[in-house]
């Protein structure tokens, strides 16, 4: 069983920084591709931004390129990060963490397996 748990979000003004964590459990999650997604009350889920399973390949969306970038240490569990920097009010969502079994990176929320329970960004201006 997968277990992805987000943290690390709160409330910061504009400008301002955030490091997201996903705390990783299961067999094999050291081998899935894992990705960040964030969604904004009434709105659909945007893909933010995901990395291979060795961290050798990364992908990032456009409206975040430049100022977030995607780790994970593979150490014991797989912990999973999203460095966010120069924040601005329209990054205000809940970002989630998600995981997928496919060596393949994806930019669509369909093909990951498993989610975490979503961790709540704002930025105030």
């Known amino acids: 069983q997968v277990q992805l748990v987000e943290s690390g979000g709160g409330l910061v003004q504009a400008g301002g920084s955030l490091r997201l964590s996903c705390a990783t459990s299961?067999?094999?999650?050291?081998?899935?591709?894992m990705a960040w997604f964030r969604q904004v009350l009434g709105k659909e889920r945007e893909f933010v931004a995901a990395?291979?399973?060795?961290?050798?390949?990364?992908?990032l969306s456009n409206s975040m390129k430049g100022r977030v970038t995607i780790s994970r240490d593979n150490a014991r569990n797989s912990v999973v990060y999203l460095q966010m920097s120069s924040l601005k009010p329209e990054d205000t969502a809940v970002y989630y963490c998600?995981?997928?079994?496919?060596?393949?990176?994806?930019?669509?929320?369909?093909?990951?397996?498993?989610w975490g329970q979503g961790t709540q960004v704002t930025v105030s201006s």
């Open positions: 998600a995981a997928r079994s496919s060596g393949l990176i994806s930019t669509q929320e369909q093909e990951y397996d498993y």
């Open positions: 299961g067999r094999f999650i050291r081998t899935y591709t």
């Open positions: 990395i291979s399973w060795s961290g050798g390949r990364t992908l």
